[in-house]
């Protein structure tokens, strides 16, 4: 049987459990992607397509983790979402 998370802060774990495997779900997707299809015979707007849908898809899911995460993030994660932001932001 499911339990349910009775106080905020079991939820909030709990919702950050699940985005971590959401992430490791989509990166475990793109690696077999990556192994079923010859890139060099894939068309540059397929690629770019491709790629585009993995980075929305991971910017979401990083923005849904720093939301429910504790503390302050690494310098390299920060890093890391500013630089997506920033592209985010250009478009």
Known sequence: MIRNPLDEQECQQDALARLNNWLNVLE???CALLE???LAAMRPGEREQAANRHLALLLRLLQLRQKYAQGVPTPGEQALLEALF???DEE
């Open 36 to 38: 079923a299809n010859d």
């Open 86 to 88: 920033r592209s985010v």
């Open 28 to 30: 475990g997707r793109v």
